[in-house]
């Protein structure tokens, strides 16, 4: 445990971890049912079109989300995709800024306009107040992110819809396993969509799933995914190949009976962030409502620069000298992303909440990506560098900008940590 300020590796020591720490290593599960499963799938040389390892996973997860209807997905970006245009949503779409740009592209590429909504401040979830403000005549849809895992005000966002005549879909990518006023997410809004993308505690290695209780857009979903065939043969929808493999479906139903102890796992290193960086003056540790069940996936810090002493960006900076990868989510914000930008004819959307947050947001190593001691070890090094901030700041201040450039070049060529 580093207590003094020369022991920092920007003073000349060594890195506290000899082997980086990264944000989203992912979980593998028992590797002998794994080869079993996946054994099993070569033997009944099934390996993609709606097989049997796909079908059980779409089973067993719809009974543990208690919806109607899991539909597997090769990905959460396509099933985004494929859930806009099965639910009809056309013209404009009222997104959030601060989110994966994932959720913005899939608009985007289907030629729909996204429409940047502000957050709020304390669940950094697209705030009802000002979504309402933005319905023109054009928009036909709203796509509420439950970022972090912390469900978005589904109630008030479903209000909404509904007196608009929109359709609500949620991308819930980070919220596999949480719930809200103890239901779990995937059973509302017209349809939801999960990441099972290999950063996720839970996961296909890539994948998706769109989850719905609507049996229409659910059979519509399933022809979509496949080239638009119905079970006829006839090709009666607009379709994409969505499906997910067998192999995919191995390693989700090999996850799924280690589903507990990976949120065990998770929780375990939430806690321990949480008890380390208590009372922590100008850091936030990002809470969801207290009595939901959460993955404990992310963990989510906001640096108030002022209070802390230091900037998100600086104390990333010090972290990544130590070998410790943190990430700055989302920044800048998906209106600032180059393909967003360059279409606002106009002045640029009024977003203060998103563009504070996305200087202040800093998401930690956790899950797989840590072990026993590591949670500890972390914040001890955030602890020290914002109790001697002044001498950190001028020491980042003479350091040559080479390392930090060579860190960011190695985070963004580490396998899995490209996406969220
Ligand atoms: C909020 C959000 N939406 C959508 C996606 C896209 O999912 P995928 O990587 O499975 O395509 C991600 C990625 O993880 C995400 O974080």
Redesign the pocket.
């Known amino acids: 445990m580093k207590t003094c300020l020369s022991e920092l590796a920007m003073f000349g020591s060594q890195p506290a971890f000899a082997a980086p720490l990264y944000v989203g290593r992912p979980h593998t599960g028992q590797r002998e049912r794994l080869f079993e499963r996946i054994s099993e799938v070569l033997d009944r040389r099934w390996l993609s079109n709606n097989g049997p390892a796909v079908t059980e996973l779409e089973a067993r997860l719809a009974q543990r989300l208690g919806v109607r209807h899991c539909l597997m997905m090769c990905?959460?970006?396509?099933?985004?995709e494929v859930a806009l245009r099965a639910t009809g949503i056309t013209g404009e779409v009222i997104v959030p800024s601060l989110?994966?740009v994932?959720?913005v592209h899939a608009v985007s590429w289907l030629g729909l306009t996204p429409v940047f909504c502000d957050v709020d401040p304390e669940t950094h979830n697209l705030d009802p107040r000002r979504v309402e403000a933005l319905i023109s005549p054009r928009t036909t849809g709203i796509i509420g992110?439950h970022?972090w895992g912390r469900p978005c005000a589904v109630e008030a966002l479903a209000g909404i819809a509904e007196r608009h005549r929109l359709s609500l879909i949620f991308?819930a990518?980070?919220a596999l396993g949480c719930t809200w006023r103890g239901q779990q997410i995937g059973r509302f809004g017209r349809a939801e969509v999960f990441?099972?993308?290999a950063?996720?505690f839970f996961h296909t290695v890539?994948?998706?799933a769109i989850t719905t209780n609507d049996d229409a857009l659910a059979n519509r979903i399933r022809m979509m995914r496949n080239f638009g065939f119905a079970e006829s043969g006839d090709v009666v929808e607009h379709g994409t190949n969505a499906k997910m493999n067998e192999f995919s479906a191995a390693m989700g139903l090999t996850l799924l009976e280690a589903w507990d102890s990976l949120i065990e796992h998770n929780r375990q290193q939430f806690e321990r962030y949480q008890t380390a960086l208590g009372g922590l003056a100008g850091v936030r540790l990002v809470e969801h409502e207290p009595g939901e069940e959460r993955n404990y996936q992310y963990v989510v810090l906001e640096i108030d620069p002022i209070q802390a002493g230091l900037t998100r960006d600086e104390l990333l900076a010090v972290l990544e000298s130590e070998n410790i990868f943190a990430r700055r989510y989302f920044y800048p914000g998906c209106h600032r992303a180059q393909p967003y930008l360059a279409r606002q004819s106009s002045a640029p959307p009024e977003l203060p909440v998103t563009e504070q947050l996305v200087e202040r947001v800093l998401c930690l190593p956790a899950g797989a990506a840590i072990g026993a001691g590591d949670a500890q070890r972390v914040s001890a090094i955030i602890r020290l560098a914002l109790s001697q901030a002044s001498a950190v700041r001028q020491r980042l201040a003479e350091r040559a900008p080479v390392g930090a450039t060579r860190a960011r070049a190695a985070v963004s060529l580490a396998p899995g940590l490209v996406?969220?």
Request: proline share 0%; aromatic share 4%.
């Open positions: 990905n959460g970006t396509i099933a985004l989110t994966f994932a959720t992110v970022l991308d990518a980070h990441s099972l993308h950063t996720k890539e994948g998706g996406d969220v």
